[in-house]
């Protein structure tokens, strides 16, 4: 189920995506959304609750504070452009437990091969 957030966590998650590996010190967090350190560790630790973000222990600049690091992936949308599913006139009776199961659809299956062989193409012209 899609998580709430406000306008500050968004801008806090989107802050953090920007730097998925490493996350970011809280008071780097803080500085860059313009907040104070108090509205900011309320931030984190609503995102924390959320499941969003997890709060690390860490000795930085003289001090104790928390690395702020990101549990959730940008999604990308590039594999999935020109899939059949996303205009398909069966998509509403098509799933696991549907009439048409994904793994039996030969449009599915036309369309990922094609994917793959256009990879293949591509990375041989490299
Ligand atoms: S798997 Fe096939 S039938 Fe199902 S939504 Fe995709 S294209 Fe349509």
Redesign the pocket.
């Known amino acids: 189920m899609p998580q709430k957030l406000t306008n500050l966590e968004e801008r806090a998650i989107r802050l953090l995506l920007k730097h998925q590996k490493e996350g970011l010190l809280q008071s780097e967090l803080w500085h860059k959304l313009g907040v104070t350190s108090r509205e900011g560790s309320r931030i984190a630790i609503k995102l924390e609750k959320k499941g969003m973000v997890k709060r690390v222990k860490e000795f930085a600049k003289d001090r104790w504070t928390r690395r702020l690091i990101p549990l959730i992936r940008e999604v990308k949308l590039d594999p999935i452009r020109g ?3 996303l205009s ?4 509403h ?3 696991k437990e ?1 009439k ?3 793994e039996n ?4 299956e036309n ?1 990922v091969l094609e994917s793959y062989r256009k990879s293949l193409r591509k990375s041989s012209k490299r």
């Open positions: 899939a059949p599913c398909c006139e069966y998509e009776i098509c799933g549907g048409i199961r994904p659809c030969p449009k599915l369309w």
